[in-house]
């Protein structure tokens, strides 16, 4: 069973930077796709962005330009950067690893924008 550990959560104000990081328990990291997803309270989980094993990226509208994952294939970790944090970025931020139709989730770590 793949593990995930997420952290780096924390409060910050606007305009703040935070650093999410995501270890993965086995080596099927460097052949899957990660994710970061986030729900604030209230509303659905929605994706954030994605990376693929080949590096390519893909992010939600609202973070394009101010988020950036990348992954470190030796240490199967998936890091999320986000700068210029708003009060609509609060909330869980899971992080997801996916491999053909199996999919495994973290437990989620705090992010809290104050404005």
């Known amino acids: 069973q793949v593990q995930l550990v997420e952290s780096g959560g924390s409060l910050v104000q606007t305009g703040g930077s935070l650093r999410l990081s995501c270890a993965a328990s086995?080596?099927?990291?460097?052949?899957?796709?990660m994710g970061w997803y986030r729900q604030a309270p209230g509303k659905q989980r929605e994706l954030v962005a994605t990376?693929?094993?080949?590096?390519?990226?893909n992010y939600a509208d609202t973070v394009k330009g101010r988020f950036t994952i990348s992954r470190d294939n030796a240490k199967y970790t998936v890091y999320l950067q986000m700068n210029s944090l708003k009060p609509e970025d609060t909330g869980v931020y899971y992080c997801?690893?996916?491999?053909?139709?199996?999919?495994?989730w973290g437990q989620g770590t705090q992010v809290t924008v104050s404005s």
């Open positions: 997801k690893l996916s491999l053909g139709r199996r999919d495994y």
């Open positions: 086995e080596g099927i990291f460097r052949i899957s796709t």
């Open positions: 990376v693929t094993s080949g590096g390519n990226t």
